[in-house]
T-cell receptor, first 116, second 110 residues
Framework: KAGVTQTPRYLIKTRGQQVTLSCSPI?????VSWYQQTPGQGLQFLFE???????NKGNFPGRFSGRQFSNSRSEMNVSTLELGDSALYLC???????????????FGPGTRLTVL | LAKTTQPISMDSYEGQEVNITCSHN???????ITWYQQFPSQGPRFIIQ???TKVTNEVASLFIPADRKSSTLSLPRVSLSDTAVYYC???????????FGGGTRLMVKP
């Protein structure tokens, strides 16, 4: 099976702009989670979607949003970009909902966002 | 929400066995323990997952004592390519978000 794919891989934006990142999960996976990774804060959970519904959300401002489509593909959007939003944004898919208690997530390569 | 504590870094030499311990004192009854490996500019990669006692797969072993307040990832005979950051993650089945710990940066030297 193909792995998790994320597009674009690299992105440069300026402050105040908005950005949309895309994630295609492994075929058959219905759960998609997004993470932000920075050198200072490490891996931080953004949100999780399962069957087109947002199930969990991390402690990020409302400028960060996401959605999931019926084919399980997911997008996340960041509006009014700030310098601090520069990070590696990772998408992970899972074959089952995380409420089952296990956490075997398969991560994509990430999108490196640079905000100037 | 279970928190994890890991050493920030470890050094080893090729061919040695490496053990990385993670503390998770407030682990819940239904939580699982999962370890991930991450190379620079890549997403984390699943290594192993367990609930109690010992789990072994083709790349690692996971040891979990009876009280489950800690776990140890064991990498047999490491090579230079095992140089990476290793994350311990405790699964929370209450529907809450999952938080990765700070990770352990393993440096394998020739």
């Amino acid at each position: 099976k193909a792995g998790v794919t994320q597009t674009p891989r690299y992105l440069i934006k300026t402050r105040g702009q908005q950005v949309t990142l895309s994630c295609s999960p492994i075929s058959g996976h219905r759960s998609v989670s997004w993470y932000q990774q920075t050198p200072g804060q490490g891996l931080q959970f953004l949100f999780e979607y399962f069957s087109e519904t947002q199930r969990n959300k991390g402690n990020f401002p409302g400028r960060f949003s996401g959605r999931q489509f019926s084919n399980s593909r997911s997008e996340m959007n960041v509006s009014t970009l700030e310098l601090g939003d520069s990070a590696l944004y990772l998408c992970a898919s899972s074959p089952i909902a995380r409420l089952a208690g296990t956490d075997t997530q398969y991560f994509g390569p990430g999108t490196r966002l640079t905000v100037l | 929400l279970a928190k994890t504590t890991q050493p920030i870094s470890m050094d080893s030499y090729e061919g040695q066995e490496v053990n990385i311990t993670c503390s998770h004192n407030n682990i819940a009854t239904n939580d699982y323990i999962t370890w991930y490996q991450q190379f620079p500019s890549q997403g984390p990669r699943f290594i192993i997952q367990g609930y109690k006692t010992k789990v072994t797969n083709e790349v690692a072993s996971l040891f979990i004592p009876a009280d489950r307040k800690s776990s140890t990832l064991s990498l047999p005979r490491v090579s230079l390519s095992d140089t990476a950051v290793y994350y311990c993650l405790v699964g929370d089945n209450a529907g809450n978000m999952l938080t990765f710990g700070g990770g352990t940066r393993l440096m394998v030297k020739p």
